[in-house]
């Protein structure tokens, strides 16, 4: 059962989700040529090079609004959300089971 802290992390992590990520393409060949004539600039804000990421990061940090985090409550942070993690076992064989052959019809004796 899931305890009541796990579903007020989830909660506000849900909540908050947007503000603490933002998400970017980043262009690793130096090489690429983008055409982005019409795009939109929230796009074309979105689209850096590799180079200019390092420079984007720390851009983004100074515009954000949110609490800055020390490594160990960052830490802390991300492993309650390894927490919260279920897995999942799946047989994924079982959705080709209809096109199984017999041992007969594989080796063609009858």
């Known amino acids: 059962m899931e305890s009541k802290n796990n579903r007020i992390l989830k909660f506000f992590g849900e909540k908050y989700f947007e503000g603490f990520n933002k998400p970017v393409v980043v262009l690793a060949n130096p090489k ?38 020390s490594d160990n409550e960052l830490y802390e942070w991300a492993m309650s959300y390894l927490k919260l993690h279920k897995p999942r076992i799946k047989d994924y064989t079982k959705k080709y089971e209809k ?7 594989q080796t063609g004796i009858v």
């Open 32 to 69: 690429t040529v983008l055409n982005s004539r019409f795009a939109k600039k929230e796009i074309k804000e979105k689209v850096i090079r590799a180079d200019q990421l390092i420079t984007y990061m720390k851009e983004m940090n100074k515009k954000s609004k949110e609490y800055g985090c």
């Open 99 to 105: 096109y199984r052959l017999n041992n007969k019809e």
